[in-house]
């Protein structure tokens, strides 16, 4: 069994992200942890969100729990303010905190998986730069003293994105999701107040919220169009793992050069599912 922990800057990144990847590894017997940086306050409309944003921040504390259960994972948040996290000590020794009390005691998780700290939302990038600065940390002894440290660092692992500056997208591993698709749907159709009212609500949909159906065929249509631009992001170049048999879904990964550099075995004996 490893140690896998995912980390979004909202409590919809991941599933809508690895969430495939996760229900494999989950399928297989691995522990996973749904981890998101931000309490979600700032992602709707309504104005009695803005006036009650602890409704909103409940309300999305219980969709995220629903989505992790469908594959029987974890869900933690750290509770930084939604659209308000920035790089600082505090925040810093949150993520190396949490990071090192998932797992075995001392040893953490065997994989992080996070977004690249290119992105369009500052969130996002933050996100990404805190997993980044925690993980030689997470070695340090006398670093949040309070946790005991690991003895090595995790993999560290990137979701596919699509975008270019400053540099594009590698996919070293292309994994095949095929066979969990609908369920990664699933998870992601949990949020309802992200799927069938706020981001619709951005995109100018109306009326809202959209039915339980069109919610289901608008976010359908968006994974598997994505799945299919993961997939094209491993052709014309030569991923160290990709799947044995024929598929049309993937996620795909980079490996970040900020954690354990793991070898194309381990990567092989990881991300090669039946």
């Not at 690895?18 to 989950?26: E, F, H, I, N, Y």
Request: proline share 7%; charged share 25%.
């Amino acid at each position: 069994m490893r140690y896998v922990l995912a980390i979004g800057a909202h409590p919809d990144d991941v599933e809508s992200s690895v969430g495939g990847t996760l229900a494999l590894m989950r399928q297989r017997g691995d522990r996973v942890c749904f981890l998101s940086i931000t309490d979600g306050a700032k992602g709707h409309f309504r104005e009695e969100y803005a006036e009650n944003p602890r409704l909103l921040v409940e309300r999305r504390m219980a969709e995220s729990e629903r989505a992790a259960a469908l594959i029987g994972a974890e869900f933690r948040c750290l509770g930084a303010p939604d659209g308000g996290v920035y790089i600082s000590h505090e925040t810093t020794s949150a993520v190396i905190r949490a990071i090192r009390s998932f797992g075995e005691r001392g040893k953490g998780p065997d994989i992080i998986f996070v977004n690249r700290p290119y992105d369009y939302h500052r969130d996002h990038r933050v996100t990404a730069q805190l997993v980044l600065d925690a993980a030689y940390l997470l070695t340090v002894p006398l670093v949040c003293a309070d946790t005991p440290p690991l003895a090595r660092m995790p993999v560290i692992l990137y979701w596919y994105d699509d975008f270019t500056e400053p540099v594009p997208f590698r996919a070293d591993v292309v994994v095949g999701i095929d066979s969990v698709i609908e369920t990664k749907v699933d998870m992601v159709c949990q949020h309802e107040s992200q799927f069938a009212e706020w981001i619709p609500y951005t995109m100018g949909r109306s009326p809202l919220p959209l039915t339980q159906a069109q919610m289901r065929e608008w976010v359908t249509d968006w994974i598997l169009g994505d799945a299919r631009r993961a997939k094209a992001a491993g052709e014309g170049r030569t991923p160290r793992v990709t799947p044995a048999a024929p598929f049309e879904f993937a996620e795909a990964f980079q490996i970040s050069e900020y954690g354990t550099q793991p070898t194309t075995e381990w990567l092989q004996e990881v991300f090669r599912f039946p």
